[in-house]
Nanobody, 127 residues
Framework: QVQLVESGGGLVQAGGSLRLSCAAS????????MGWFRQAPGKEREFVAT????????YYADSVKGRFTISRDNAKNTVYLQMNSLKPEDTAVYYC????????????????????WGQGTQVTVSS
């Protein structure tokens, strides 16, 4: 069973950048589709980005497209979320998620597509 541990969160000014990392245990990391979600206080968890096993297909929420980049290093069992041009509305707890199941690309924006979750890392963007 893969376990996920996020890191890299913190406090940053609007317009700044952060890179989140999600380290996975286990030897089957390359078989997992990985996703990033976020949850702001008082709001539901929302999809941010996903990267499919093959590392070819990625998918982003409209709110982060062009600012965030998801990538993975299968040799390091790690998925990254590079966040640029951060806005105060990006403030949230960011969660890493994983699944070995195969779905149509669009379905990976649903939290129900994932069965493994990290504990989350706080990102705060000040104005």
């Amino acid at each position: 069973q893969v376990q996920l541990v996020e890191s890299g969160g913190g406090l940053v000014q609007a317009g700044g950048s952060l890179r989140l990392s999600c380290a996975a245990s286990g030897r089957t990391f390359s078989s997992y589709t990985m996703g990033w979600f976020r949850q702001a206080p008082g709001k539901e968890r929302e999809f941010v980005a996903t990267i499919v096993r093959s590392d070819v297909n990625t998918y982003y929420a409209d709110s982060v497209k062009g600012r965030f980049t998801i990538s993975r290093d299968n040799a390091k069992n790690t998925v990254y979320l590079q966040m640029n041009s951060l806005k105060p509305e990006d403030t949230a707890v960011y969660y890493c998620a994983a699944t070995m199941n195969t779905y149509a690309l669009g379905y990976y924006r649903q939290s129900s597509a994932y069965n493994l979750w990290g504990q989350g890392t706080q990102v705060t963007v000040s104005s």
